[in-house]
């Protein structure tokens, strides 16, 4: 098992940054891929960025240039550095984690809120 608490969200105005974390705890060394995803308001929950074992990464086409995916093993911590922000970027956060066994594990959310 696996568990995933994120946190850093909040209310940030338009091109502003915030710099959002999620730590893993349980099972992690059995952890190859860890995302980020989003839902706004009335919208479907979209990928936002992966990281993978090897520290690749990939991200939305919506934030390529603003939002940075890292990882810091020692800490078992994912951050998501989001820069120029803009309104629709307003949305529930989650953080997603899967295993090498194929098990995926969600966070339960950081709600981020960018005013115009």
């Not at 059995?30 to 009335?42: D, L, T």
């Not at 899967?98 to 966070?107: F, Q």
Request: charged share 20%; glycine share 10%.
């Amino acid at each position: 098992q696996v568990q995933l608490v994120e946190s850093g969200g909040g209310l940030v105005q338009a091109g502003g940054s915030l710099r959002l974390s999620c730590a893993a705890s349980g099972s992690i060394a059995s952890i190859n891929v860890m995302s980020w995803h989003r839902q706004a308001p009335g919208k479907k929950r979209e990928l936002v960025a992966t990281i993978n074992s090897a520290a690749g990464t990939n991200y939305a086409d919506s934030v390529k240039g603003r939002f940075t995916i890292s990882r810091d093993k020692d800490k078992n911590t994912v951050f998501l550095q989001m820069n120029s922000l803009k309104p629709e970027d307003t949305a529930v956060y989650y953080c997603w984690a899967m295993s090498t066994r194929g098990n995926d594990y969600w966070g339960q959310g950081t709600r981020v809120t960018v005013s115009s």
